[in-house]
Each structure stands twice: as structure tokens, then as C-alpha cells.
């Protein structure tokens, strides 16, 4: 049973427009959700994080958005950079134990 | 500050053998937590060791171990291999235990089965 699902596989954006990668969770007593970006053959890094008592999260490009009554989180890149091409992860729990959506591969285009 | 380091990068091993992992994390940090991610399953939790006790475990069968010194560099182990244990296996530390802190990811162990 996923505990967190990105349900789009892929997402193809052109180069300085705004990317939105989506994330849903089922487990309402989750309180620390956040997203990692990997390019191929090295491991995730950490990119965002938001707590539960927040609804939004800014880092520069980079903004996360908590909806907590759907259990949903987005994470928006604007502008978005081919640099940025990569897959995205989202995870959710808490207590460092915390469970991971399959990934978004984006392909920012020039 | 040095991150995570995760030894050796790449490993070939035969079925029926065992491995064993290493993760070094970040000096001060307690908390190491092991994932193994494959293709089609993404990123799964194994176990997460604080201060050389294993704290939290996830689904996985009893071929999966690990330990943790009292320097807090773990290890994991797997016996018995299998061909689906082919995956990247990651670490990650963090600061504390009681409480949720960032986690910051080693570059990966890729253990191939064959």
C-alpha cells in the first residue's frame, strides 16, 4: 500500500516556464514532508522541506505548497532551467521514518 | 564539512553470498537511515540506527541487517543474496533522533546480483 503517490511517471516543461511536480499522501498523522531531486548515477539530494503547521515553503525558484485537508503537496521551479532536469522525489512521515513517492522525471527543453 | 560517504560505490556479487555496506555520515550527526531504491519500487526505508540502536525498521526480510559504532558510521549487511536485491542502496544522516531533522544523502552503494 503507497503511503505517498506521484502520479505522473513524467513532465516535459520549456525552459523558463514553471514547473509543478505533484504528490499525495494517505496518512493524515504525517508532519514533515519534503522533496529530493536525483540526476542518474549519483544518490538524492535534499531540495525543500515543509512541516505540517506550515501551508508554504519558499527557496529561491524553488516553492512547496502543503494542503492538508487533500493531503497533497506540490512543488513549483520558476523559472524552470534545463539544469533542473532531473527525477524528483517526494517523501512524508516523521520521526525519521518517512516513506517515498516513485518519482517525476523532468525534462526542462531549451 | 565532509557529507556522507558511502564505500565501496559500485559491487558485483553471486547469489547466496552476503554483502556488507558502509556509511559514514556527517561528523555530529546521530541518526543514519539505510533505503534501497530500484527502478520500480522508488526509494524504500530499511532501518534507521541512532546512537547504535536500531530505532525504526521497515519491510524487509531478515537477510537485511545493519549495526551502528559508537563513532556513528553503520553498516549494513545482507546474507543470502538474491537477484532482486540488485538496486542503489543509500544512507542518509541527520543531526538528532527524538525529532525529525533534515537528512542529507550519501552518493549510494549500486550492488548488482548475479
Known sequence: DQQVKQNSPSLSVQEGRISILNCDYTNSMFDYFLWYKKYPAEGPTFLISISSIKDKNEDGRFTVFLNKSAKHLSLHIVPSQPGDSAVYFCAAGNFNKFYFGSGTKLNVKP | ?114
Open chain 2, 1 to 114: 564539512k565532509a557529507g556522507v560517504t558511502q564505500t565501496p560505490r559500485y559491487l558485483i556479487k553471486t547469489r547466496g553470498q552476503q554483502v556488507t555496506l558502509s556509511c559514514s555520515p556527517i561528523s555530529g550527526h546521530r541518526s543514519v537511515s539505510w533505503y534501497q531504491q530500484t527502478p520500480g519500487q522508488g526509494l524504500q526505508f530499511l532501518f534507521e540506527y541512532f546512537s547504535e540502536t536500531q530505532r525504526n525498521k521497515g519491510n524487509f526480510p531478515g537477510r537485511f541487517s545493519g549495526r551502528q559504532f559508537s563513532n556513528s558510521r553503520s553498516e549494513m549487511n545482507v546474507s543470502t543474496l538474491e537477484l532482486g536485491d540488485s538496486a542503489l542502496y543509500l544512507c542518509a544522516s541527520s543531526l538528532e533522533g527524538d525529532r525529525y531533522t533534515e537528512a542529507f544523502f550519501g552518493q549510494g552503494t549500486r550492488l548488482t546480483v548475479v
